[in-house]
């Protein structure tokens, strides 16, 4: 594929200073938006490509370890690609070739970020994330972990005139800085007394048992905030709303994949052991996560916010898998551990491809409209063809209907819940199953999400006079929809290969592989554990469908007809229907409102039969807000109310300050 | 006759046969219902009626009407056709069974209502969006009920094959499973639930507030309507003969054993009489619940399905 003597790794390297290298040519004309979208941006599509390729190539091949001249003294940078870190960059590849695709016709003129300064923030984002997946030290990893929040911090903030975006950023800063504080412990943790911060060191150590759990809790916790676990999810929908919608589409389809891509690291390949509770720990809340997040998606009014509460849903999702596979790998059971773990990786490919594409799909709808209030969106079916039919293979996928992508994950997941009896755990036994149906709920209740979604959006009439200019998304913003759409069904009907390569990346971390039973049945057929078990065949599924499709349509015009008489909706007898009577958002979302309410802060405004101008309002917010944050927000004022008292803003009282630290430390050495 | 002939023609009979015996089964619970009420009833032959009379007139659509909407009940039907090829009815190891377990049934279910809550979206009406979203609001409390009762099975077969399941069912020895007990009741909870059924939904209704499917068929008209109504009967008889297939799977065919099958074919016929009989009698001694309590409703059945589970797991039976 690449020139004999060039590793897979080089490339990669490569690519990374090749991006950096774009960041800084948009420097050299950063108020010209046609350089940098028409030149800049079609040049990173290619890096992304070459990136993808040099994944796929390197997952198969043996672990790749290079020492870069850069870092500190005495403290080199080291970088390594292995199977699963080939695999994540490939996927970082594959997404953004997408996403990179969109943004050659995407930004325009505007206040806010010059597109210079932009395609510096965009590309050094890149870079960032490919680094923190060939990390092979906890310096690099930190490094580079860092360069990636503050990078996207500023992406947030890129119409940073407006003071909500500025506060949403600033939300996101703090939780990705509270998270890389665990993970800094975490890595303090792993390195022992040896002071050596590579992870071949972290490797060899055997930690015991308190402080491996600790470790294994840190890194939840710091992995966790920046994939948006529960309850360090609130950064999420405040972010993604306030971002340009190519960057959430980063940000939620590729950055949450490098978190999960570090629990992955730590929990499977740097910690030397398992133990069953963490798997629980893991599972539990992978569940919470994922019924929380697609709770307050199906109530949300805000199209982006929408979609970043069901990404929560999808990490959640995530976790929960890696949680199955941890118990099952404690518990001795390569196989059904294998296979949670391949459900989870199907998952991050799956969830990179339709999430980003959705939200893709919301930039252009918001380029057509300004509107991101589902309340003011309706019926662009007609005047957006294009972008609506591209979000629908999103939307189907997202909710797990076969036979798209969402439904082989969804599908082999649930494979690894079904067959935990046979856990020595009695008590296991019993609450894995219903772990099942938590994830079921989930999963049906997505697609609720998704029929509100698209809708809302796509379907329906017109809620504003305004959307009938709406105009469908130029060449290459199709393009990039196309790409990651394809994806999305290429996924979903030919799932073996997919899951064949994922062998290599297994085969290290669980010591099992599936693919050669998974494919024992047949190429159409997907059969993980074995053909009487259980088996899929997605292809079939769809010809099946569609054969019965056509047979009927046939028929249908054959043996009857074909006519068509175009006339005005039936109106129930009462002609003076307006658009504005069709369900709205917060109508769509209502009876999951009213089920769900212990879960909602719910804060309605009532007209009286006395008000001069009688309205009404109803906001819903997150729990979590009143029971977890504002407290701790408070406690931080009042300590600071504490401290407050030493300052008066005088010179001297500060000098006086010094004077008597001194004095006390000479005191104390003595 | 070589044997993939043979298993081919099997698989089109039997898709064939549940295809075109879906309306009769949907006409023989109304006529049972009208039994039950007292009335003398259309027949059993009167959904075959109605639905000639639909597919001859012309279809009236919507100035507002997109690609969608007109897709959306050639969906539903071809989703209902390729359910029926996988389920075991007349024999267990059908040509098509591998290629979708009883998770990927309940996928083609969730497919079909999809696209029938977008299609019904798509006019813009206030009616079409409250069936759509009162349909999802009961499939999706009803798909994790679904997913628990065919738990019990499933550990019992070791396998999520619906093949599997039949056969396992099928052979073993004649012992009562108290557990399948409690799967069936819950089963039947959301068979009536997922067809739209009383005390759920009413599939007779004409009045605006209690409609969920009503609603969201309101705007088709003529060979759509006719396809969507005739995934309806396909559905509810699929849902009939999965109840037997994993309650009662007595009398299946064995694969490729032609003297079987008028026996199967029999059997069949007579389980689906009963269970018709059974569904009729079951709506007309339930009255229709409000909407808010459908979440109670099917809470239960999703209780009992675990309590099944968890009686399997614990007793082993």
């Keep these: 594929m690449f020139p004999a003597g060039v590793l897979p790794l080089d490339v990669v390297l490569g690519v990374v200073l090749y991006w950096f290298g774009l960041g800084l040519a948009g420097l050299a004309r950063p108020g010209s938006l046609r350089f940098v979208s028409r030149v800049l941006f079609p040049l990173s599509v290619a890096g992304s490509t070459v990136l993808a390729i040099a994944g796929i190539a390197a997952v198969p091949g043996q672990p790749d370890t290079v020492v870069l001249v850069l870092g500190l003294p005495d403290l080199p940078f080291h970088v390594r690609l292995d199977a699963l870190s080939a695999f994540f960059v490939a996927l970082l590849g594959f997404a953004t070739t997408g996403i990179s695709l969109f943004c050659v016709g995407y930004f ?81 943790v792993m390195h ?123 990490i959640g999702v995530i976790v929960a898998g890696i949680g199955l596979a941890l118990i099952f790998r404690t518990y001795d059971n390569p196989h059904l551990a294998t296979l949670a773990l391949v459900a989870t990786l199907y998952h991050c490919v799956n969830h990179a491809c339709f999430k980003s594409l959705l939200f893709l799909g919301t930039g252009s709808v918001l380029h057509a409209t300004r509107e991101r209030s589902l309340g003011k969106l309706g019926g662009l079916i007609r005047n957006m063809p294009w ?46 199953p219903l772990g099942s149906a938590a994830l079921v709920l989930a999963a049906a209740l997505s697609a609720y999400v998704m029929v509100k979604f698209y809708g809302v959006i796509f379907l329906g009439q017109p809620r504003e006079p305004a959307l009938a200019d709406a105009h469908d998304a130029g060449g290459w913003e199709r393009a990039g929809l196309v790409w990651l759409a394809a994806a999305c069904v290429l996924l979903g009907l030919l799932p073996l290969p997919v899951i064949q390569l994922m062998d290599y990346v297994t085969l290290p971390l669980t010591q099992f592989a599936i693919g050669d039973t998974a494919g024992r049945a047949g190429w159409f057929l997907l059969a993980p554990v074995s053909a009487d078990r259980a088996s899929y065949g997605p292809l079939i599924f769809l010809l099946g469908i569609a054969g019965a499709v056509l047979v009927t349509f046939v028929l249908v015009r054959k043996v009857y007809h074909g006519r068509i008489r175009r ?70 004022q009042r300590i600071a109310a504490w401290v407050s008292v030493l300052q008066h803003g005088r010179i001297y009282l500060y000098l006086l300050y010094s004077f008597a630290t001194l004095i006390a430390l000479l005191l104390f050495v003595n | 006759m070589a044997p993939w002939i043979q298993t081919v023609i099997s698989q089109l009979a039997q898709t064939l046969l549940v295809v075109l015996l879906a309306p009769a089964m949907l006409g023989w619970v109304n006529q049972c219902r009208a039994w039950l009420q007292n009335r003398t009833g259309p027949g059993v032959l009167q959904p075959y009626r109605v639905l000639g009379k639909l597919f001859h007139k012309d279809a009236v659509l919507a100035h507002t009407a997109s690609p969608i909407f007109r897709i959306a009940p050639y969906i539903q039907f071809g989703c209902m056709v390729l359910a029926a090829s996988i389920i075991p009815v007349i024999e267990a190891d059908l040509l098509l069974s591998p290629a979708a377990d009883v998770i990927a049934l309940v996928g083609i279910f969730a497919l079909a209502r999809v696209f029938s809550s977008l299609a019904a979206m798509d006019i813009g009406t206030a009616f079409g969006s409250l069936g759509a979203r009162r349909e999802m609001l009961v499939s999706s409390l009803s798909e994790p009920a679904l997913l628990m009762v065919f738990f019990t099975p499933l550990l019992i077969a070791q396998s999520t094959s619906l093949t599997a399941i039949a056969d396992a069912l099928a052979h073993r020895q004649f012992a009562l499973y108290p557990s399948l007990a409690f799967a069936a009741v819950a089963f039947v909870m959301v068979l009536l639930a997922e067809n739209a059924r009383i005390p759920v939904d009413n599939p007779t209704t004409h009045l605006e507030l209690t409609m969920i499917h009503e609603a969201l068929v309101l705007e088709y008209s003529a060979r759509h309507l006719a396809l969507i109504e005739w995934a309806t009967a396909m559905k509810l008889t699929i849902y009939c003969a999965l109840g037997i297939a994993l309650f009662m799977p007595w009398g299946l065919a064995a694969a490729a054993d032609w003297r079987g099958v008028p026996l199967a074919v029999v059997a069949l016929a007579a389980k689906l009489v009963v269970a018709g009989a059974g569904i009729a009698l079951l709506e007309t001694v339930s009255a229709k619940m409000r909407i808010f309590r459908a979440p109670e409703f099917l809470g239960m059945a999703f209780l009992l399905a675990v309590l099944g589970m968890l009686i399997f797991l614990l007793l082993g039976a």
């Design chain 1, 387 to 432: 972008v609506a039919s591209l979000t629908l293979v999103g939307a189907l996928a997202i909710a797990g209907l076969p036979p798209l992508n969402g439904f082989v994950s969804e599908w082999l997941l649930l494979q690894a819940f079904l067959f935990a009896p046979g856990l020595p755990n009695p008590y296991l036994n019993m609450l894995v």
């Design chain 1, 567 to 636: 006339a005005a909706p039936w109106d129930c007898g009462y002609p003076a229907q307006t658009p504005r009577m069709q369900d709205t958002a917060e109508g769509f979302g209502q009876p999951i409102k009213q089920i769900f309410e212990p879960f909602f802060r719910i804060r309605r405004h009532v007209p009286t039969p006395f008000d001069a101008q009688p309205y009404y309002a109803a906001t819903t917010e997150d729990r979590l807000w009143h029971w977890l944050y504002l407290p701790i927000a408070q406690l931080n």
């Design chain 1, 108 to 188: 325009r003129h505007g206040q806010g970020t010059s597109p210079g300064l932009l395609c510096l923030q965009y590309h050094v984002f890149l870079a960032a994330m490919v680094l923190v997946l060939v990390a092979d030290d906890g310096y690099l990893f930190m490094v580079a972990w860092e360069t990636m929040a503050l990078s996207s911090y500023f992406l947030v903030i890129a119409s940073h005139r407006i003071p909500e975006i500025r506060r949403a950023g600033f939300l996101y800063l703090l939780l990705a800085h509270i998270g890389a504080i665990a993970i800094l412990l975490a890595f303090g």
């Design chain 1, 192 to 314: 022992g007394a040896g002071g050596d911060y590579t992870f071949d060191a972290m490797r060899a150590s055997e930690p015991p048992l308190f402080w491996a759990s600790a470790t294994f809790m840190l890194a939840l916790f710091g992995f966790g905030a920046k994939a948006g676990l529960l309850p360090l999810h609130v950064w999420l929908p405040e972010a993604h709303p306030a971002a340009p919608s190519p960057v959430s589409a980063l940000m939620s389809g590729v950055m949450l994949k490098t978190a999960i891509y570090g629990l992955l690291r730590v929990s499977f390949d740097l910690l030397a052991y398992q133990v069953w509770w963490w798997g629980v720990v893991a599972l539990v809340l992978g569940l919470l996560t994922a019924l929380y997040g697609v709770m307050f998606a199906a109530v949300q009014t805000d199209m982006k916010r929408l979609l970043a509460y069901s990404s929560i849903e999808n």
